[in-house]
T-cell receptor
């Protein structure tokens, strides 16, 4: 009964490719998030959606495009991948903005 | 830019020791505070919410000092299994970005 799931868990790809990461939560939460954790372990918020509406876009390059088809899903599409995009990407959800968050297991992206 | 600062450590302590971490924040209007724990190559997991009155959960005590703008986490009787990185989270009112601290690494040694 995974609460927040992400696929794939590992993603290795070449520079310039386009890739997507999927996230689903079965907690009935209204708010979902995408975070990037770089090699220095700094966890930085990228996007947040509340009831399928984008509420935070933290100066992320427009190569990154989140899509929320419904409250339970928040996918992340990345165009023209660059070396600096290599990181672990975490999806999370919370009942509402400002509540405790539940994280997915992360997607380890490696761009070669 | 709003800042959240944590001592990165590492804190190396023997089993049974008491250890405390602080997390300072710059925005006096911040309203919600949390401590998360992250094990190596795992996702962050909520450890405790931090309330104005402070809160305790077993060996863990979290406190908020609004006047000096910091939150603290106290771990008593440290166990080997407490070894992890501890992240503080500060959330402002409304839909402003929430900020994770960079984490404090704790190693409990036998």
């Amino acid at each position: 009964d995974t609460a927040v799931s992400q696929t794939p868990k590992y993603l290795v790809t070449q520079m310039g490719n386009d890739k997507s990461i999927k996230c689903e939560q079965n907690l009935g939460h209204d708010t979902m998030y995408w975070y990037k954790q770089d090699s220095k372990k700094f966890l930085k918020i990228m996007f947040s959606y509340n009831n399928k509406e984008l509420i935070i876009n933290e100066t992320v390059p427009n190569r990154f495009s989140p899509k929320s088809p419904d409250k339970a899903h928040l996918n992340l599409h990345i165009n023209s991948l660059e070396l600096g995009d290599s990181a672990v990407y975490f999806c999370a959800s919370s009942q509402d903005w400002g509540n405790e968050q539940f994280f997915g297991p992360g997607t380890r992206l490696t761009v070669l | 830019r709003k800042e959240v600062e944590q001592d990165p450590g590492p804190f190396n302590v023997p089993e049974g020791a008491t250890v405390a971490f602080n997390c300072t924040y710059s925005n006096s209007a911040s309203q919600s505070f949390f401590w998360y724990r992250q094990d190596c190559r795992k996702e962050p997991k909520l450890l405790m919410s931090v309330y104005s009155s402070g809160n305790e959960d077993g060996r863990f005590t979290a406190q908020l000092n609004r006047a000096s703008q910091y939150i603290s986490l106290l771990i008593r009787d440290s166990k080997l299994s407490d070894s992890a990185t501890y992240l503080c989270v500060v959330i402002d009112s409304g839909n402003t970005p929430l900020v994770f601290g960079k984490g404090t690494r704790l190693s409990v040694i036998a």
